[in-house]
Each structure stands twice: as C-alpha cells, then as structure tokens.
T-cell receptor, first 115, second 113 residues
Framework: NAGVTQTPKFRILKIGQSMTLQCTQD?????MYWYRQDPGMGLKLIYY???????DKGEVPNGYNVSRSTTEDFPLRLELAAPSQTSVYFC?????FGQGGETQYFGPGTRLLVL | GENVEQHPSTLSVQEGDSAVIKCTYS??????FPWYKQELGKRPQLIID?????GEKKDQRIAVTLNKTAKHFSLHITETQPEDSAVYFC????????????FGAGTILRVKS
C-alpha cells in the first residue's frame, strides 16, 4: 500500500500560469480532501469529495478547481496562479462516517511557490 | 461555522517533563477530535483521537481529555523525549462539510535534552 501519493513535490510557477497538483490513494477511501498550509498556520480545507463524481467547496476554494472521475484520483487545478497561492498543499483521504472512518491520511505534500 | 483555537503556540519543556496543549471549539455538535503530529517537512500524522462519548483516552505516553460542557480538549504528553519535538495540531469534526476537520493553528513543541 502506497497510501496517499502526491506529485510534484515542489514547483515554482510564474504569476498567471496554470498547473494541476496530482493526488492518488490506493486505500479505496471514498472521501478525499485538499488542504493548504501556510507558514506557521494550520490546515485550511480547499475542496473535498465524498465519492467519484461528487465534489464540493471547503473554506478557501477561490482560485482552485477539482474533479473526481475515479475513486483513486483527486487532482487540484490552479488556473491563474497568484502569489497568495504560495503554500504547501496536502491531499488527504478517509473512509466515510462511523467508527474508525474519521481518520484522515495525508499525502507528503506539494510545495508551491508563485513568483 | 466551527472555530478551533489552540494554545500555546509554542511550548518548550525539559526532557522527561510533561507537556499539555489545549484546544477550544465553538460548535457544540462537533463529535470527533483528533490530534495530529507534523515533523519538519513531513505530512501530518494522527497520534490520538477521541469521540464525544468518551471523556479520556490514553495511548502509552499520550492522553487526550475532553470536556464537552466547556467545549475544550487537551493533549497530554508525559515523559517527553527529543523525538516528541514537532508541531501538534488539534482538530474538531463538523458536519458542515461532510467529514470536514477544522484545525487549530498548531503548537510548536520543543523538548530540550
């Protein structure tokens, strides 16, 4: 089991460029999440998905888009990169509600720098 | 929506001492409270969690207590070791966005040997 994997590990973007952050999990989790972590701060939820074909906004969705065509993959798209999107991005996954279903497993993160 | 406050923001202890980190939450409907440990440059990892029907939970040197009336929960680490040095995040689960967790801002724990 690889768990949750993310690519790339690090990326530098110019203002206005676009990119997709990839996230894959092999635990058959139906819930997946994208967080951003700014320096010295906690994790803020960007988007989440409760299953293939279903996505919804979290606390800070502006400037991002997501899709969920399969159970395993949950890519995050930045269309017009801005310096405010400089952050570390974590993908996470979990089972649904219920005993033992709450634990979220995080990927290794993608460090993004927008200049 | 749910708001989680975490204190202190930094905590330095001598090896072997205890460390306590406290969090308060605002949504009385929140029912699940995990604690995550994040080492420098690494991903957050769950170290312990507690559900609202339990007041205390222990796992070796780590314990979590929950006071639903006061809406606060705490992480207790006893006999601290240098490898406990990390950032610790508390979180509360709200039903507002699916299985959403709202995270505290984190506590940097430094264990001095």
């Amino acid at each position: 089991n690889a768990g949750v994997t993310q690519t790339p590990k690090f990326r530098i973007l110019k203002i206005g460029q676009s990119m997709t952050l990839q996230c894959t999990q092999d635990m058959n989790h139906n819930y997946m999440y994208w967080y951003r972590q700014d320096p010295g701060m906690g994790l803020k939820l960007i988007y989440y998905s409760v299953g293939a074909g279903i996505t919804d906004k979290g606390e800070v969705p502006n400037g991002y888009n997501v899709s969920r065509s399969t159970t395993e993959d949950f890519p995050l798209r930045l269309e017009l990169a801005a310096p405010s999107q400089t952050s570390v991005y974590f993908c996470a996954s979990s089972y649904s509600f219920g005993q033992g279903g709450e634990t979220q497993y995080f990927g290794p993160g993608t460090r993004l720098l927008v200049l | 929506g749910e708001n989680v406050e975490q204190h202190p923001s930094t905590l330095s202890v001598q090896e072997g001492d205890s460390a306590v980190i406290k969090c308060t939450y605002s949504d009385s409907a929140s029912n699940y409270f995990p604690w995550y440990k994040q080492e420098l440059g690494k991903r957050p990892q769950l170290i312990i969690d507690i559900r609202s029907n339990v007041g205390e939970k222990k796992d070796q040197r780590i314990a979590v207590t929950l006071n639903k009336t006061a809406k606060h929960f705490s992480l207790h680490i006893t006999e601290t070791q240098p490898e406990d040095s990390a950032v610790y995040f508390c979180a509360a689960r709200t039903m507002e966005y699916g299985n959403k967790l709202v995270f505290g801002a984190g506590t940097i724990l430094r264990v001095k040997s």
